[in-house]
């Protein structure tokens, strides 16, 4: 079965459960969103270890609030991009500049906004399957240069 992208949403920041989920309910949870995509799924270990370096807050009484889930829906994407600590230096950088829910709800519409666009507004026309992943894969490697590029600037 061939996946397509436009299917790809994530749940509104309001959407997200604050009633206090359990690890195992939090990956249920997660991956019913992203669990089907390549590299995206997330495992209750890997929770742990993103509590352990700090990434996330520890849960309280083993329970993960909204603002937790959140924060694990946005690393188990942008893990397959960046590395774990360029993840806790956009985390740190959000932190300052608005609120959890803020920096979340951007970050979803700018997703489905980017999926809708199919995020190739200057694609070149062409019915080749094989061009346009060409045309995908050079994109991903631009934007992957350019993130390479400002974390490797301290600022």
């Not at 397959?80 to 920096?103: A, F």
């Not at 979803?108 to 346009?132: F, H, S, V």
Request: aromatic content about 10%; hydrophobic content about 40%.
């Amino acid at each position: 079965m061939k996946m397509q992208i436009e299917h790809f949403s994530l749940p509104a920041y309001q959407e997200i459960p604050d009633v206090g989920l359990y690890l195992d309910q939090v990956t249920k949870y997660i991956n019913g969103y992203i669990g089907q995509w390549p590299g995206m799924s997330l495992t209750p270990s890997m929770i742990t270890n993103y509590v352990k370096l700090k990434i996330v807050e520890k849960p309280v009484r083993k329970t993960y609030t909204r603002a937790q889930i959140a924060r694990f829906l946005f690393i188990a994407i942008a893990k397959s991009v960046l590395s774990m600590e360029q993840i806790r230096k956009v985390l740190t950088m959000l932190e300052t500049c608005g609120t959890q829910e803020e920096g979340y709800t951007a970050f979803a519409k700018d997703m489905q906004i980017l999926i809708q666009e199919n995020g190739l507004q200057k694609k070149p026309k062409t019915d080749q399957e094989e061009m346009t992943l060409l045309w995908n894969v050079t994109i991903a490697i631009v934007h992957k240069l350019m993130l390479d590029l400002y974390f490797s600037q301290e600022k």
